[in-house]
């Protein structure tokens, strides 16, 4: 199994930026995918679920309705859309799922700063 994420960087606040994560070595398509985020310092917390074909979605309370958490089972990818971006919202980001047990991407970085 294998997450790797992208599309990660600098971002002005209120700005947009789309994370992509590209997996294999699973059915992708018989799994849910999650995203969380590392900020310095601070604990992993979880941010977006989406369930294995897409029909049901939650999000945690600090990004609901600025993010969503589409996915495209024919290509692999899962993707996080970011929009309204905060500085509160820099961090590193994780791509998870559970097959057997917990895998996690290598992290992209997203910096929200002016």
């Known amino acids: 199994v294998q997450l790797v994420e992208s599309g990660g960087g600098l971002v002005q606040p209120g700005g947009s ?9 699973f059915t992708f398509s018989r799994y ?6 590392q900020a310095q310092g601070k604990e992993r917390e979880f941010i977006a679920h989406i369930t294995n074909v897409g029909y049901g979605t939650n999000y945690a309370e600090s990004v609901k309705d600025r993010f969503t958490i ?6 692999n ?3 996080l ?3 309204r971006l905060k500085p509160e919202d820099t961090a590193v980001y994780y791509c998870h799922t559970r097959y057997y047990r ?3 991407g ?7 700063s002016s």
């Open 32 to 37: 849910a995918m999650n995203w969380y985020r």
């Open 102 to 104: 917990d895998y996690w």
């Open 106 to 112: 290598q992290g992209t970085q997203v910096t929200v």
């Open 77 to 79: 990818t899962v993707y």
């Open 81 to 83: 859309q970011m929009s």
């Open 70 to 75: 589409p996915r495209d089972n024919a290509d």
């Open 17 to 25: 930026l789309r994370l992509s994560c590209a997996a294999s070595g």
